[in-house]
Nanobody, 121 residues
Framework: VQLQASGGGLAQAGGSLRLSCAGS????????MSWFRQAPGKGQEFVAA???????YYADSAKDRFTISRDNAKSTVYLQMYSLRPEDTAVYSC????????????????WGQGTLVTVSS
């Protein structure tokens, strides 16, 4: 089972980026898919999640600026980011299949490699 994240890059403050995370090796339609991020010098933090029922969850920092969605036919989860800020600069990682709370990174079974997002002021 693999998760492959892509879509990171350089953006200006106020700009937008869309991250993708494609899964393979099993069906992902029945499990939660999430995004976490780790800024330079900081710990990894929850960004957003989408349940198998399509219900979405966001960190306060992501509400009203980021949108998480999924395409079960493609086993892919997306993170559309708008109104980017320099503090959004981080390595964004996707995760799937949780055994604990939705924001508890230690409970996720599958992880993809990170994709770097850099936001310039």
């Amino acid at each position: 089972v693999q998760l492959q994240a892509s879509g990171g890059g350089l953006a200006q403050a106020g700009g937008s980026l869309r991250l993708s995370c494609a899964g393979s090796g099993r069906s992902f339609s029945d499990i939660t898919m999430s995004w976490f991020r780790q800024a330079p010098g900081k710990g990894q933090e929850f960004v957003a999640a989408i349940g198998s029922d399509g219900k979405t969850y966001y960190a306060d920092s992501a509400k009203d600026r980021f949108t998480i969605s999924r395409d079960n036919a493609k086993s892919t989860v997306y993170l559309q980011m708008y109104s980017l800020r320099p503090e959004d600069t981080a390595v964004y990682s996707c995760a799937a299949g949780r055994k604990r709370g939705i924001m508890d990174r230690s409970g996720y079974i599958y992880w993809g490699q990170g994709t770097l997002v850099t936001v310039s002021s």
